[in-house]
């Protein structure tokens, strides 16, 4: 059981790393993009 425990919780952190990496990616890929975007109908 303890193993169980141990894993479920290491699943739990896991998945919130990956969590908190998927927003800072989808985050800068916005600015990013958003701002390229912003850009070329300005300056276009």
């Known amino acids: 059981m303890s193993h169980d425990d141990e894993y479920a919780g290491f699943q739990d952190a ?3 790393r990956v969590k908190l990496i ?3 990616v989808i985050v800068s890929l916005i600015l990013v993009g958003g ?3 912003v850009l070329a109908l ?3």
Do not use: K
Request: proline share 0%.
């Open 42 to 44: 300005l300056f276009g």
């Open 22 to 24: 998927a927003w800072i």
């Open 35 to 37: 701002g390229a975007t």
């Open 14 to 16: 896991r998945q919130r």
